[in-house]
């Protein structure tokens, strides 16, 4: 059996998590500090988004020195204390390895900056072609990938910001460095680690993209799985006991087989984001759309199917940094909160794979419907709001897809009690509002609220093999608000029913009285073969065959 098929992971961002030293930010030692509540929790790993030194353009995903502590979140002591008390409580620590680019203000891409041949060599510089850029691709935050360097008369290529330049993979010294940097963090004791984007670090081809924004010309090449077996082979597959995920951009199914296949000796288990586009109008992120769930459960069942048949393995989850709040996105955070957020947990959680929780999902944390520009503070939503207003739409739909959409909703400080609990000082991003019945203190003294769910999901998972090890087969395929699948392990059966709905509808489940509810976001049932579901109702079956 391997290992971390029963583990669940937390994801923390450290700045929104929990301030000890009244600047606003959270830190290290607030994440120390709240160690209890996670093992209360249950949770085995906790992934932190980039603590490293960073001018923070991007939030930490601009690095500009991968062996050192950013001063805002501490210092390596308090990392190291960090490791030691988690670790006392059996968790373990999964660290965010940004490697397809570093921040321009790494001393390697300044020393490229200053003529350094063997530096300049670790980034990828063109020449303009016919007095143009190289190629006509589109930045994942807005506007070209190429930024001129008046100096060499280059270009050098940032699939994101302008700060974040895209490192050179084809040089060996580059995958050196980057192999040292990682077993630097094992050896500090570090247990994991996610791979930003890592399925885009083979750019196969400098073209114009005719049919789209250049993404085809360096999604999932086929050096990526090169690449990742030689990262394997000489850092995380030599310890016992490391987890890993790749973060896969625009990813295919065939390729996050191939990633996550043991046999393949890449990684453990892949990201992928196709069930996160289903509200996106035209595949456009900045536009308002009601989610596609007919979409949505094909989505699932491909994914869980396919990623079964190849032997790969998915992680699981519905909220990161990255995404607007699912409860606020699949969900009813006005009318069902409590009720739709336990559904949408139930559907991560017993799917067939490893389930990621983010930082306030476990206790209904909502969209952030922020309403001004100067209250937003993320890089890609900032650019989108000019790039949209440039466009000409009105200032009110604007306003509309960004509530919707931006990556701060995500990002508001963790809600600890009535007044937040987050900081004594102003926050670095405002809290929201409802941290007034949103809250850590209420949910844990509720034994039917949100985060007690979570936890008995957790122990579930610890308790029945067949969450782990089971098969996943659809159910229900062709009900129009009933999202239905089926496990199977040995003599083991377990029926997982979830309505995305807040109209009541029904289903027909025969002998349902053989069936044994595990769990259910509803107290009480009528268990008819002819079953009535209630608003958002989810109900996990298990029974013996
Ligand atoms: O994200 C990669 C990524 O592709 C997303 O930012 C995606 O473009 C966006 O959510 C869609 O609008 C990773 C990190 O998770 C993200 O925080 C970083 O900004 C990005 O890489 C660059 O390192
Ligand atoms: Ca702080």
Redesign the pocket.
């Known amino acids: 059996m391997t290992d971390f098929k029963n583990k669940v992971v937390y994801q923390i961002y450290p700045k929104s998590f929990y301030d000890t030293n009244h600047d606003g930010y959270g830190d290290i030692k607030g994440i120390t500090q709240k160690l209890d509540y996670l093992a209360y929790l249950g949770v085995d790993y906790l992934w932190l988004?980039p603590i490293f030194v960073s001018p923070q353009r991007?939030?930490g995903?601009?690095i500009s020195d991968y062996c050192a502590i950013d001063p805002s979140f501490g210092t390596m002591e308090d990392l190291e204390e960090l490791i030691t008390e988690a670790k006392k409580r059996n968790i373990y620590l999964m660290f965010d390895m940004?490697f397809?680019?570093t921040s321009t203000e790494h001393i390697w891409f300044q020393k490229a900056l200053q003529g350094d041949k063997k530096y300049k060599n670790y980034y990828i510089f063109k020449k303009p072609v016919d007095g143009h850029m190289p190629t006509n691709w589109e930045s994942?935050?807005g506007g070209p990938v190429w930024e001129y360097v008046e100096k060499f008369d280059e270009y050098y290529l940032h699939l994101?910001d302008k700060s974040?330049a895209d490192l050179n993979w084809q040089n060996p010294e580059v995958k050196k460095e980057l192999i040292d940097i990682m077993n630097f963090w094992i050896k500090k004791g570090i247990r994991g680690f996610r791979f930003?984007?890592i399925n885009l670090i083979d750019k196969m081809k400098y073209e114009d993209d005719y049919e789209g924004v250049g993404k085809h010309f360096y999604t999932d090449g086929p050096l990526v799985h090169h690449y990742l077996r030689e990262l394997n082979e000489e850092s995380f597959g030599k310890w016992e006991g490391m987890m890993t995920v790749g973060?896969m951009?625009a990813t295919s199914l065939e390729n996050c087989i191939e990633y996550t296949n043991p046999k393949h000796h890449e990684l453990n288990m892949t990201f992928n984001?196709h069930h996160l586009k289903v509200d996106y109008e035209n595949k456009e992120?900045w536009t308002t759309m009601p989610f596609d769930f007919e979409e949505l459960k094909n989505l699932f069942h491909t994914w869980q199917v396919g990623m079964q048949q190849g032997n790969g393995w998915n992680a699981l989850f519905w909220n990161?940094?990255?995404?607007p709040r699912s409860l606020s996105r699949f969900g009813n955070d006005k009318d069902y909160p409590i009720e739709s957020a336990k559904m949408l947990a139930t559907v991560i959680h017993m799917q067939r794979g490893t389930p990621y929780i983010y930082q306030g999902e476990e206790i209904g944390m909502t969209n952030a419907y922020l309403t001004d520009i100067s209250q937003y503070r993320d890089v890609?939503s900032i650019n989108y709001y000019h790039i949209l207003k440039e466009q000409g739409l009105p200032e009110q739909k604007i306003y509309e897809i960004l509530q919707a959409k931006s990556?701060d909703n995500a990002r508001t400080p963790m809600q600890w009690n009535h007044e937040g609990g987050f900081s004594d000082v102003t926050p670095w991003i405002e809290m929201n509002a409802n941290c007034r019945t949103v809250n850590v203190e209420d949910n844990m003294k509720d034994e039917n609220s949100i985060l007690s769910y979570y936890r008995k999901l957790i122990q579930l998972r610890k308790t029945y093999l067949i969450i782990s090890e089971g098969t996943y087969e659809p159910y229900l395929e062709e009900h129009p608000t009933v999202y239905a699948f089926q496990r199977h392990y040995q003599n083991e059966k377990l029926v997982v029913i979830n309505n995305f709905y807040a109209s009541e509808t029904s289903i027909y489940i025969p002998h349902i009285k053989d069936y044994q509810i595990l769990l259910s976001n509803y107290q009480t049932h009528t268990l008819e073969d002819c079953l009535i579901l209630r608003p958002y109702e989810t109900i996990v079956f298990l029974s013996k065959m």
């Open positions: 988004n991007d939030s995903y601009d940004v397809n680019h994942k935050f994101f974040q930003d984007v973060e951009s984001f992120k990161c940094h990255d995404q890609e990556r």
